[in-house]
């Protein structure tokens, strides 16, 4: 197998410039040499020239001046003929260049495509905090029930408060839900569990308030199916934990956690139509 003598690649012997001095063969672009240009039998490659002993030289007129042969004539200066000599490494750093050059537009694009998606970012958060701040009126609300309920609660630990659900007047006079995210989960359980513990507890102008698990959409319609059940079949306990959706008929009796529908029929049984 033939290898260029300047890249070493592999070279075919159709096309290739072959040195008359010495027995390497070369790609005609590692010369900077057109494709259709033909070689002479007496092309020697660069390294060879670079070795030929050059004979007197001081008749020879300076590079890229040319003297005229009239006298007295002003010399000019005249096209330089093409080097040959390094022209392979002049043919490979361009292609280097050529190939950093790609590089770097490449990173370019990028860096601005990185730099739009946090600008996005940055701009979510900045709503998401406008949110926030507009919400936390209602953490007053919050930390001053949870102190009723003899829970140390401040406003630094309520990450946010709001009301959800349709207005009172879409919703028959009901007041809307306050859905609270505390910064700790041990937070949470505490406050659900005094809030148990004062199953009767009410506030001065809303009535009976009511502290439960926030649930998913899924297991709030499983909650509720298991509530309905269980009051048709009088078993004493519903109940939430964690997520998780918890029966039992009466004091002392299994406990069933209630994953999907078929669980409450299994559990509970059939409804009936």
């Given at each position: 197998?033939?290898?260029?003598?300047?890249?070493?690649?592999?070279?075919?012997?159709?096309?290739?410039?072959?040195?008359?001095?010495?027995?390497?063969?070369?790609?005609?672009?590692?010369?900077a040499i057109s494709d259709i240009a033909n070689i002479s039998r007496d092309?020697?490659?660069?390294?060879?020239?670079?070795?030929?002993?050059?004979?007197?030289?001081?008749?020879?007129?300076?590079?890229?001046?040319?003297?005229?042969?009239?006298?007295?004539?002003?010399?000019?200066?005249?096209?330089?003929?093409?080097?040959?000599?390094?022209?392979?490494?002049?043919?490979?750093?361009?292609?280097?260049?050529?190939?950093?050059?790609?590089?770097?537009?490449?990173?370019?694009?990028?860096?601005?495509?990185?730099?739009?998606?946090?600008?996005?970012?940055?701009?979510?958060?900045?709503?998401?905090?406008?949110?926030?701040?507009q919400r936390q009126p209602e953490a007053g609300s919050v930390t001053a029930?949870?102190?009723?309920?003899?829970?140390?609660?401040?406003?630094?630990?309520?990450?946010?408060?709001?009301?959800?659900?349709?207005?009172?007047?879409?919703?028959?006079?009901?007041?809307?839900?306050?859905?609270?995210?505390?910064?700790?989960?041990?937070?949470?359980?505490?406050?659900?569990?005094?809030?148990?513990?004062?199953?009767?507890?009410?506030?001065?102008?809303?009535?009976?308030?009511?502290?439960?698990?926030?649930?998913?959409?899924?297991?709030?319609?499983?909650?509720?199916?298991?509530?309905?059940?269980?009051?048709?079949?009088?078993?004493?306990?519903?109940?939430?934990?964690?997520?998780?959706?918890?029966?039992?008929?009466?004091?002392?009796?299994?406990?069933?956690?209630?994953?999907?529908?078929?669980?409450?029929?299994?559990?509970?049984?059939?409804?009936?139509?």
């Amino acid at each position: 197998m033939v290898n260029c003598g300047a890249c070493g690649k592999f070279l075919s012997s159709v096309g290739a410039a072959s040195c008359a001095l010495c027995p390497l063969k070369y790609h005609k672009a590692c010369l900077a040499i057109s494709d259709i240009a033909n070689i002479s039998r007496d092309w020697a490659c660069p390294n060879c020239k670079r070795n030929i002993r050059r004979g007197d030289n001081s008749q020879t007129p300076v590079k890229g001046i040319c003297v005229s042969p009239l006298h007295g004539e002003e010399p000019s200066e005249c096209p330089s003929p093409k080097a040959e000599d390094g022209a392979c490494e002049e043919a490979l750093h361009n292609k280097e260049l050529a190939q950093f050059m790609a590089e770097m537009r490449e990173f370019r694009k990028e860096m601005v495509q990185l730099r739009d998606a946090l600008s996005a970012r940055l701009d979510t958060i900045e709503r998401r905090l406008d949110e926030l701040e507009q919400r936390q009126p209602e953490a007053g609300s919050v930390t001053a029930l949870a102190a009723r309920l003899g829970v140390t609660l401040e406003e630094r630990d309520v990450v946010f408060a709001e009301r959800v659900g349709p207005p009172p007047a879409e919703a028959g006079g009901r007041a809307r839900r306050v859905v609270v995210r505390l910064a700790r989960r041990n937070l949470r359980d505490e406050l659900i569990q005094a809030a148990r513990a004062h199953r009767s507890f009410t506030g001065a102008a809303e009535g009976r308030i009511f502290i439960n698990e926030r649930l998913t959409r899924h297991n709030r319609q499983l909650f509720h199916l298991a509530c309905e059940e269980c009051r048709r079949l009088q078993w004493k306990y519903t109940w939430t934990r964690r997520g998780r959706i918890l029966v039992r008929k009466a004091e002392g009796s299994s406990v069933y956690q209630l994953r999907s529908k078929s669980d409450v029929e299994r559990v509970l049984g059939p409804r009936q139509s």
